[in-house]
C-alpha cells in the first residue's frame, strides 16, 4: 500500500487589525514566490501589511521545518488567501452629546507552505509504482 506524504504546512493568522483590501495587496505580490524571496520582498515593501504577514510567513516556514522536517530553501508559497472579518465598532465623542462611530475593519490571513523536494518524491513513487 501506497502512502501519500503530507507536503503542505500553513499558518492562519486571525483577527488582524487592518482592512482585507490592503492585505491582499500585499497578499498577490507574493503569491506562488520561494520562501527566501518572498522575505526579501515582505521587508521591503513600504505597506504596513507587510509586518503580521511576515510574521505568518515565518511560522509557516518554522512549522513546514518542525513538522515535515523540511529545508527553507525547499519551500515555496502554494497559497496565500485573506478574508474578511469582524468590524470593531466604537463611538467617539463629539460636540454637543453627539458620538461618532468608527469602524476598524479586521481580517484573517492564511498563508500555505509547500515543500517542492518532497512532491518530487511523490511523483517519483508513483512512477515506481
Known amino acids: 500500500m501506497l502512502q501519500r506524504r503530507k507536503t503542505e504546512v500553513y499558518a492562519i493568522g486571525q483577527h488582524i487589525s ?20 518572498t522575505l526579501m520582498i515582505l521587508e521591503l515593501m513600504p505597506y504596513r501589511a507587510c509586518y503580521p504577514i511576515f510574521k505568518l510567513v515565518y511560522s509557516a516556514a518554522a512549522n513546514a521545518s518542525y513538522n515535515l522536517g523540511s529545508n527553507e530553501t525547499n519551500l515555496i508559497i502554494s497559497k496565500a488567501e485573506v478574508n474578511e472579518s469582524t ?3 466604537k ?16 481580517c484573517h490571513i492564511a498563508i500555505v507552505v509547500k515543500d517542492i523536494s518532497l512532491s518530487e518524491y511523490i511523483k517519483k513513487d508513483y512512477l515506481a509504482w
Open 18 to 37: 487592518m482592512s482585507a483590501h490592503k492585505a491582499r495587496r500585499v497578499i498577490d505580490q507574493i503569491r506562488g514566490r520561494s520562501y527566501e524571496e
Open 87 to 89: 468590524t470593531v465598532k
Open 91 to 106: 463611538l467617539k465623542p463629539r460636540a454637543k452629546g453627539r458620538s461618532y462611530p468608527i469602524k476598524r475593519p479586521t
